[in-house]
């Protein structure tokens, strides 16, 4: 297996520290001018700042744009913080909004196991609030409670009657009640009923994009285990059967192709993380066609062109060995003679781009497209379910590219992001090498 590669050098540079002493600075106008001249600069630049605010807002026109602006503001504030779903901590955060949006005296927001989060006043309602939101979680209906019906007592002594009335409406997923938001003000008016009921509705949708961001997480650890599933069977089979052969005749390769097996599938099939390392993933694509060779022998011939400054590069876990797989099941082992797989990766600005070639019998172009789309099943579920998992993580611009034709051989690049922060490499897994 040929591997070239290139580094990166760089001659060492040293520098000398210097120390000097501060002395006493001595009285002089022209320096009493220029402290003038630095504090008169700071002045007008904040000016300049402040004036420049105050024109953005001016700019908005009518004082229904102006406050159309506040509300815009407040939601798309509040929203990033219930991205996660109806958690404490993203709660506390978007009440503050949510109050600011509905001006009530208090807000609240709930799941349907207790509070979680109360801004602004009447705190001691907090300790009376699921009991009062029971209906409403249990029926999915606004309810409107006035100052009379919030009277009682608890351990905090006596909340007087009169003092602040409520509106309390159903948060939903989808057709259930996974919490409420509970406002409370001097007086239940139309207008606070309705006001609350909509910022319900809008958390609502917060909470369905949380849980959609959870079923596409699911989605692709489910395309995961199917394409551990897909290697299971074939491939440990002809491996075992590959071992088998040389036990007799050759013990001590027989003992290294069972280390290099039990490294594989060590790695394909352990149970943490989405994503890899190229470098990582390469190595197991190393031990796979280490087991592939002792099958098919001189037939299959491979050669790599790395770029080392790629191979830290975050990638989506088996991305790109079911790609090598199709290269040899698909392209080589049914062609006669000899056949040749390329594999390159290189740097592409801020993408690394890999490509795997083989010189196969290749595929029907029409047949492909329509297995991509989804639109029938067939031997190449290994490259859909790649294809499927990077538009998933990079967009529609991410898939896999790929040319081939009957009897001409394939060719299937990808591109991912050399800079992912959503990645953290940190907690990647060391693999043995």
Not at 127 to 151: E, F, Q, S
């Amino acid at each position: 297996m040929d591997c070239e590669g290139r580094s990166p050098s760089g001659p060492n540079a040293a520098a000398n520290g210097t120390r000097a002493t501060l002395g006493t600075m001595p009285d002089s106008p022209l320096l009493t001018a220029a402290a003038v001249a630095v504090i008169a600069l700071a002045v007008a630049a904040v000016v300049a700042v402040g004036l420049k605010v105050l024109h953005s807002f001016r700019a908005l026109g009518t004082d229904a744009e102006r406050a159309t602006y506040t509300t815009l503001h407040a939601a798309s504030v509040a929203g990033q913080h219930l991205r996660s779903g109806l958690n404490p901590a993203g709660a506390a955060k978007a009440s503050r909004q949510l109050r600011t949006l509905l001006g009530c005296d208090a807000l609240a927001i709930t799941d349907t196991a207790g509070v979680l989060a109360w801004d602004g006043a009447a705190e001691d309602l907090e300790l009376r609030l699921m009991d009062l939101a029971a209906g409403v979680l249990a029926g999915g209906r606004t309810t409107v409670l006035h100052a009379g019906d919030l009277a009682g007592t608890n351990a905090a002594g006596a909340i007087p009657a009169g003092h602040l009335a409520g509106v309390i409406a159903p948060v939903r997923a989808g057709s259930r009640v996974v919490g409420v938001v509970a406002a409370f003000a001097p007086a239940a008016g139309a207008g606070l009923v309705r006001a609350t009921s909509e910022v319900a509705d809008w958390v609502s949708v917060q909470v369905e994009l949380a849980e959609l961001d959870a079923s596409r997480t699911l989605l692709m650890e489910a395309e995961v285990r199917a394409l551990r599933a897909q290697i299971s069977p074939h491939f440990i089979y002809n491996s075992l059967n590959a071992i088998a052969s040389f036990i007799n005749t050759d013990p001590a390769r027989a003992r290294d192709l069972v280390v290099e097996f039990a490294d594989f599938t060590r790695y394909s099939f352990r149970r943490h993380g989405d994503f890899t390392t190229l470098a990582e993933e390469l190595r197991c694509i190393d031990r796979y066609l280490l087991l592939e060779r002792a099958r098919f022998g001189d037939r299959v011939q491979v050669s790599l062109t790395i770029a080392p400054e790629v191979l830290s590069t975050v990638i989506p876990f088996l991305s790109l060995q079911p790609l090598v797989e199709n290269a040899v099941r698909h392209g080589l082992e049914a062609k006669e003679g000899p056949g040749r797989i390329s594999i390159i990766a290189k740097d592409s600005g801020a993408f690394a781009e890999v490509s795997i070639e083989d010189d196969g019998v290749g595929m029907d172009p029409d047949r492909l497209r329509s297995m991509l789309a989804g639109h029938s099943d067939g031997d190449h579920v290994g490259l859909r379910n790649v294809d499927v998992r990077l538009r998933q993580v990079y967009g529609d611009d991410h898939g896999l590219v790929i040319e081939t034709a009957p009897g001409e051989g394939t060719l299937i690049t990808m591109r991912v992001p050399k800079s992912q922060p959503g990645h953290d490499t940190e907690k990647l897994p060391r693999q043995r090498s």
